[in-house]
């Protein structure tokens, strides 16, 4: 009997032994500042003059002066503007933090406040753009503005603006260490880039493209964000996320509209309707999904269940969608369903285009409506008639998979890059005009890597 009595009482004891180990400021309050915090308060971005980038900045605090007083939380700036009691309330705009994640900051402060950061940590921070690389990137992300004079480029840890002529613009430094999407809005003035690191954080990024200023840096989620496509009417900005989720954005505020959970696994691109009034979303789930963006409600399937998708784009002029995946098949399909749909239905397909070598990792329509571009996970990127489904051209000399193909605004030229860290511009014909490392490399490594194009 007395066995039995006291055995219940042990997890308690185990609970409140553990209760009374310090906070940890690296391993508890680091993850909540980079999620909650940093997208205001970051290296480039000093709202009120403070960055939490790392715990010495933490620590010097912003225009109120330190922002905590080591052994007194009931006298430190951050815990009156987390609970309210100074206003605006933080994070500012967002959803207050819980009453046990600010009590883990008062109980740090009264232990003390000490930093735990090992030596070797990795900071979520901006860090200065490295001066020169050692080794070209892998480019996950090219855009082109609608005016065809300027290239993003996705490098690690910034984005690389390029005239389309030929010369560096500039380097825009940032959070995320890779950024998997740009996008251009309509009018040029704005850039949107998501991304992230890998099961720490994703995060939206809206740059002023003039002036070169990050407008806005939103840490989204606790892990990487894909496929960014910003709204015909450049007011909004729809992107997918490893959480299954597909958000929209407000361009112009970096304030959260809509949230949708319809996809069962990772959320790898979105597109908008001609009309911006439904968006297409496809998924590692196998599904390429039609939502109403106004209400968020998911309408149905687009598409006949295949293999899983990490690619899509949408005809300039129509609301059809061209997606691959895992497949290796490009497919059109009308994004309105021509009739009531069945079992295993496939009439929204409009063409299907020939099996690729790899899996499809990147797809494009040309802004005439002409011609679309295949890039894969193994050889070429292969250029077809959209009208006939028929290869026109084969755009060789890229080492390795290619995660994006972008076309000029005029139609004539398409870009690529991805592996190699090399981006590639051909004419329709297949034949290369280009090719150009868009990060400052190290002179000993630019003649190693010149040699390989």
């Known amino acids: 009997m007395y066995r039995f009595a006291v055995l ?10 553990w209760a009374q180990e310090p906070v940890s400021f ?30 010495t900045d933490f620590k010097t605090g912003g225009k109120k002066g330190a922002a905590f007083v080591p052994g007194s939380p009931e006298k430190s700036v951050v815990i009156t503007y987390l609970t309210g009691e100074a206003k605006p309330q933080m994070p500012f705009g ?19 406040a000490k930093d735990d950061s090992p030596p070797d940590a990795v900071e979520t921070e901006v860090a200065g753009a490295p001066a020169v690389y050692q080794a070209a990137p892998v480019i996950t992300a090219v855009a082109i503005s609608p005016d065809g004079q300027t290239m993003a480029v996705s490098g690690y840890r910034e984005i690389l603006l390029h005239k389309t002529s030929g010369g560096m613009i500039a380097r825009l430094p940032g959070l995320s260490d890779r950024i998997h999407s740009l996008v251009f809005s309509p009018d040029g003035a704005t850039l949107a880039a998501v991304g992230g690191s890998p099961a720490r954080f994703g995060e939206l990024q ?12 939103v840490v989204v989620t606790s892990d990487t964000l894909f496929g960014a496509s910003i709204s015909p009417d450049g ?35 979105t597109i908008w309707g001609v009309d911006g009034k439904r968006l297409v979303s496809v998924s590692r789930d196998r599904a390429a999904k039609l939502t109403d963006s106004s209400t968020g409600a998911f309408i149905e399937n687009v598409n006949l269940l295949k293999e899983a998708l990490s690619a899509v784009a949408r005809h300039p002029k129509k609301d059809w969608v061209l997606i691959g995946g895992e497949e290796r098949i490009p497919y059109l399909y009308m994004m309105d369903r ?11 397909l409009v063409r299907k285009f ?28 292969k250029i077809y008639d959209i009208d006939t489904g028929d290869e026109v051209a084969k755009c060789s ?31 329709l014909t297949g034949k290369m005009e280009q090719a150009f490392v868009p990060v400052p490399m190290d002179p000993a490594k630019s003649k190693a890597v010149a040699g390989l194009r």
């Open 338 to 348: 021509p009739r009531a749909m069945r079992i295993a239905d496939d009439s929204t």
């Open 397 to 427: 000399g890229n080492k390795g998979g290619i995660y994006t193909v972008q076309f000029f605004p005029d139609s004539q030229r398409v870009a690529a890059a991805g592996f190699d860290g090399t981006v590639r511009v051909y004419d």
């Open 26 to 55: 690296n391993k508890q309050l680091r993850p909540i500042l980079a999620r909650s915090c940093q997208g205001c308060h970051q290296s480039t971005s000093r709202q009120s003059d403070l960055s939490l980038a790392n715990f």
């Open 94 to 112: 967002g959803k207050p933090l819980a009453d046990d994640q600010i009590e883990l900051f008062r109980r740090w402060i009264r232990e003390g």
């Open 235 to 269: 007011t909004r900005v729809a992107f997918g996320g490893a959480d299954k989720s597909i958000r929209i954005y407000d361009l112009a505020t970096g304030k959260e509209i809509r949230k949708m959970d319809h996809h069962e696994d990772w959320v790898f691109g």
């Open 354 to 381: 020939d099996k690729q070598d790899g899996p499809i990792l990147a797809l494009a329509i040309s802004p005439d409506a002409k011609r679309i571009a295949v890039g894969s996970a193994i050889g070429d990127v």
């Open 206 to 217: 809206i740059w002023d493209v003039a002036t070169r200023k990050q407008k806005k840096s």
């Open 8 to 17: 219940p009482l042990l997890p308690l004891v185990a609970v409140s032994l």
